[in-house]
T-cell receptor, first 117, second 114 residues
Framework: DTEVTQTPKHLVMGMTNKKSLKCEQHMGHRAMYWYKQKAKKPPELMFVYSYEKLSINESVPSRFSPECPNSSLLNLHLHALQPEDSALYLC????????????????FGPGTRLTVT | GESVGLHLPTLSVQEGDNSIINCAYSNSASDYFIWYKQESGKGPQFIIDIRSNMDKRQGQRVTVLLNKTVKHLSLQIAATQPGDSAVYFCAESYSGGGADGLTFGKGTHLIIQP
């Protein structure tokens, strides 16, 4: 199973709402990622979790709050978002092979299409 | 080529021809490179990867070439098919394979003409 699943597929929320995006993988990967992708642009890294600990935060505003409850799950909690935060939010996972020469490709989920009104 | 505004560089090829998609990467310390294919409404799909200690790697119908001297990466797709139509992104990272985020290139829209 090389699948990363994300829910919901689509989300529309107001600027005062609180919502969460969910991501799940069962490949035994210990690294998980959140990316943001605007239309006709490449994905941009937001957060990296390694062994359930936040290892990279790419200066993301605090209205985005990631959480990794266990090695298979990754959440992104959203609060007080702005219309410019509307985008496709992609989750990915990979083996964490620090210092080794194994395969380290990141597997992406289908994304959550977020619209902030 | 470089994207202008919201427009992705586009490569149009005839079905059955070979395609070559190019990418210039930015970090000379990057040691791991990946090509992804992204179809409309879907997440990026892994195609092939290469480490900096190699200059060529072949997969099924695809070949990746790495030129570290000029920081250039290319993806060759043999005998392109209609299903190859998508946006192709190169991505780089520096980590030795550890948990490091990917930095993506601008992307190229590949269109297959019948």
């Amino acid at each position: 199973d090389t699948e990363v699943t994300q829910t919901p597929k689509h989300l529309v929320m107001g600027m005062t709402n609180k919502k969460s995006l969910k991501c799940e993988q069962h490949m035994g990967h210990r690294a998980m990622y959140w990316y943001k992708q605007k239309a006709k642009k490449p994905p941009e890294l937001m957060f990296v979790y390694s062994y359930e600990k936040l290892s990279i935060n790419e200066s993301v505003p605090s209205r985005f709050s990631p959480e990794c409850p266990n090695s298979s799950l990754l959440n992104l909690h959203l609060h007080a978002l702005q219309p410019e935060d509307s985008a496709l939010y992609l989750c990915a996972s990979s083996q964490d092979l620090s210092g080794t020469s194994g395969e380290a490709e990141q597997y992406f989920g289908p994304g959550t299409r977020l619209t902030v009104t | 080529g470089e994207s202008v505004g919201l427009h992705l560089p586009t490569l149009s090829v005839q079905e059955g021809d070979n395609s070559i998609i190019n990418c210039a990467y930015s970090n000379s310390a990057s040691d791991y490179f990946i090509w992804y294919k992204q179809e409309s409404g879907k997440g990026p799909q892994f195609i092939i990867d290469i480490r900096s200690n190699m200059d060529k790697r072949q997969g099924q119908r695809v070949t990746v070439l790495l030129n570290k001297t000029v920081k250039h990466l290319s993806l060759q797709i043999a005998a392109t098919q209609p299903g190859d139509s998508a946006v192709y992104f190169c991505a780089e990272s520096y980590s030795g394979g550890g948990a490091d985020g990917l930095t993506f290139g601008k992307g190229t829209h590949l269109i297959i003409q019948p």
